[in-house]
């Protein structure tokens, strides 16, 4: 028996990265634009928000929403907390059931799927069926930022970017024959990298040959970490560097954490397209810099457009 063709299913994965997923919105934009109707959407972390709005159909409102988040308003969202994480979460999670959709997933426009990590036993879970704001709030529980979703029977759930940051294996099981992943941690490193510069300084400052170097100045009595810095100088030992806080520290290490295994991941099971903004310059908590995060993946989606149109012909 003849094997009809069929056109292809188009799944996107939607990868996690905390204030950088606003480039998702560009994404979806533009692919909206171009005319490519995903049939499948599945995110983690920030990829489940955004790919939830767009599979209940309001991504345009979520976006609207979104531009009007400044520092206070994002202040707001902020119920601090004693256990299990910073925040609690809450408050988020009940202005998405008041002012956007709460349904369960399977009654969703286009068929959904969000990651997380169980906390105890380090398990990949899909979550496909139930409260669609609870499979949000349950894939978006950065460890030590926000408390883990507890589950029925007692499972604690936290950040799918812990196993899985750009889920395309669940896209795949969910039945895509073309995956699109989107990829916000794929220049984080650079944001830390700077070049080495040669400066030379002017002829006319130079010493004279075999003249010894200059004596730094020393500084007065009353400042301890200016003499410091000259003990330093003096001995030849660069000034320690400033600590970075607490927050930033767990940050930068969960970047990293994700960079990589999203790497290996995607390295075992690439995606037929990748799109990667560039939004290293961006914090983890920047969530007040949403322009220039869904230009940024507006940029990023029209640059892949050309390896996208090979895929769909």
């Not at 934009?29 to 995110?43: A, K, S, T, Y």
């Not at 399977?106 to 496909?128: I, K, M, N, Y």
């Amino acid at each position: 028996m003849a094997l009809g063709r069929r056109a292809p299913r188009v799944g996107l994965a939607l990868g996690s990265g905390s204030a950088r997923g606003w480039a998702h919105i560009g994404v979806l934009q533009v692919l909206r634009e171009e005319g490519v109707q995903p049939d499948i959407v599945c995110g983690s972390s920030i990829g489940a928000l955004v790919g939830a709005a767009y599979a209940a159909g309001e991504l345009e409102r979520f976006s609207e929403w979104v531009h009007t988040l400044g520092l206070r308003e994002v202040f707001g969202f902020m119920d601090f907390n004693l256990a299990g994480g910073m925040l609690k979460g809450e408050k988020l999670i009940a202005f998405w059931r008041r002012n956007f959709a709460d349904f369960n997933i399977e009654d969703a426009q286009l068929p959904f799927g969000a990651v997380a990590t169980d906390l105890h036993s380090g398990a990949e879970v899909w979550l496909r069926e139930g409260s669609i704001a609870d499979a949000v709030r349950a894939s978006i529980a950065l460890p030590g930022l926000f408390t883990p979703m507890v589950q029925e029977g007692g499972r604690l759930l936290v950040d799918g970017g812990l196993v899985n940051p750009v889920p395309t294996s669940l896209a795949r099981a969910m039945g895509a024959d073309i995956v699109i992943g989107v990829d916000l941690s794929a220049d984080i490193l650079q944001r830390h990298m700077h070049p080495l510069a040669v400066v030379r300084k002017p002829e006319a400052d130079a010493p004279e040959e075999g003249a010894a170097p200059p004596e730094p100045e020393p500084v007065k009595n009353g400042d301890w970490m200016g003499r410091l810095r000259f003990w330093n100088h003096a001995n030849g030992k660069a000034p320690a560097p400033k600590l970075p806080s607490m927050l930033d520290v767990m940050m930068n290490s969960l970047n990293i954490m994700q960079m990589r295994i999203a790497r290996s991941r995607m390295a075992g099971d690439p995606p037929e397209v990748v799109i990667a903004p560039r939004l290293g310059h961006l914090g983890q908590l920047d969530f007040h810099r949403a322009k220039e995060a869904i230009e940024e993946g507006r940029r990023a989606a029209l640059a892949s457009l050309p390896q996208l149109h090979q895929f769909m012909g």
